[in-house]
């Protein structure tokens, strides 16, 4: 008896070894509505202990292990979004064995004739959809469990508030009485209403012939204001320097348009870029260039630098654009949350600004790298073509 089965129940009902576990245990912990499920096929059970609240459930399961023959009944596989992972978890795998379902999303998948080995699944119970929009944007396809407050109408409406474009099947009550399936985009979707037991598919549309590069947008395709942004040679080779690792942290501090944070988060989905930007009219840029390219992993903080990194979280990586002429006070508050193995870039336009920047992180203890870039770009004048210089920029390197 010291054993605690956990059964799911799909649309085909118990198979034959399930109907004899759930009539001849002691008590049957479940729901009121799978335990109407149970009834429905025929079956009685000795006793009835119910699921909900969960913590007195599990209260139950502890005081009567050893003493009393238990099984648990949920939905479809318990251990794929399910109660199997808790009692896994407070249980242990030597007392508890389990007897799956056909799933919901199973079913869903096979009626809308798509294959399902490729899905990102991410489940909205109890959460803020708006935390999932980043790493939903990631997928092509993406399969996503809803619940009563986070309806697939108010899901829908936050992914199209973020940029996304997905086409979305809303699949209800599979395998049951009011089974449907309902096809549309995001925005269709937001304006329905479904049943509760539902789910959602979303697949991204096929992308044009020549879609955006993950990397080397130019100039002209980052919305900005009178010439104000890292040029595009000057971006490759601060990214370069940066090296971004695959997940972490990355601060843009004076983030101007958000050129360097846009490229950045595109090229690894998996990081957090904060975009620390003071000016209003600079912000408006980036919250534009973020919403363009679904770039869904920028938080866009509003405001001075120091002051404004003090409630960020740590960071591994930080490239400064723009001091503002706090230079000093942004490499001290860099300095005393930067991870062990970070890195700091500087773009210094200016003499002042490569030597102070030598000076303060040589101070603070970091190996220094220093390159300049200097860009001579052809220009049309006349019917011919002329070089034409940029201003040299020079990028300083601080590694720990």
Not at 24 to 30: K, L
Not at 52 to 68: C, E, H, Q, T, Y
Not at 140 to 160: F, H, Q, S, Y
Request: aromatic letters at 6%; glycine letters at 10%; a neutral charge.
């Amino acid at each position: 008896m010291d054993e605690l089965y956990v059964i799911g129940i799909g649309p085909m009902g118990l198979d034959e070894v399930a109907k004899g576990i759930v009539s001849s245990y002691d008590v049957v912990i479940a729901s009121e509505r799978l335990l109407d499920r149970v009834k429905k096929e025929g079956l009685r059970v000795k006793s009835f202990f119910s699921i909900s609240p969960l913590k007195d459930a599990l209260d139950f399961i502890r005081v009567n292990m050893g003493r009393k023959r238990m099984v648990v009944l949920a939905g479809g596989d318990p251990l794929f979004f399910g109660i199997g992972r808790k009692l896994l978890k407070e249980f242990g795998k030597e007392r508890v064995k389990f007897i799956p379902a056909v799933s919901s999303m199973q079913l869903a998948f096979a009626k809308i004739k798509e294959p399902w080995d490729d899905v990102f699944f991410v489940s909205v119970h109890g959460r803020d959809v708006g935390e999932i929009v980043a790493d939903v944007n990631k997928h092509e396809k993406v399969c996503i469990l809803t619940d009563d407050r986070n309806t697939p109408g108010r899901i829908a409406k936050i992914l199209l508030e973020a940029g996304l474009d997905y086409n979305v099947f809303v699949c209800e009550n599979m395998g049951m009485q009011g089974e449907r399936v309902s096809e549309g985009d995001l925005s269709a979707v937001s304006k329905e209403a479904y049943s509760d037991l539902n789910l959602m598919i979303l697949i991204k549309p096929m992308q044009a012939d020549h879609p955006d590069p993950v990397f080397g947008l130019s100039e002209s395709e980052i919305t900005h204001a009178r010439g104000l942004i890292t040029k595009d040679e000057v971006r490759a080779v601060t990214l370069h320097k940066l090296r971004i690792p695959h997940d972490g942290i990355l601060w843009d501090i004076g983030s101007g348009s958000g050129s360097v944070a846009i490229e950045a988060a595109r090229m690894n989905p998996g990081i957090k870029v904060y975009a620390v930007e003071k000016e209003e009219g600079h912000i408006s840029k980036v919250r534009e260039n973020k919403r363009r390219y679904s770039a869904h992993n920028i938080e866009i903080v509003h405001g001075e630098a120091p002051e404004a990194l003090s409630d960020l979280p740590r960071p591994d990586r930080v490239f400064i654009g723009g001091s503002g002429g706090m230079l000093e006070g942004i490499l001290r508050e860099v300095c005393k949350n930067l991870k062990g193995d970070g890195r700091v870039v500087i773009n210094a336009a200016t003499i002042d600004t490569l030597t102070l920047g030598m000076k303060l992180l040589e101070a603070m203890g970091f190996t220094l790298d220093v390159v300049e870039v200097s860009v001579t770009r052809t220009k049309r004048l006349k019917g011919r073509d002329h070089l034409s210089a940029l201003n040299p920029v020079f990028i300083i390197v601080g590694e720990r």
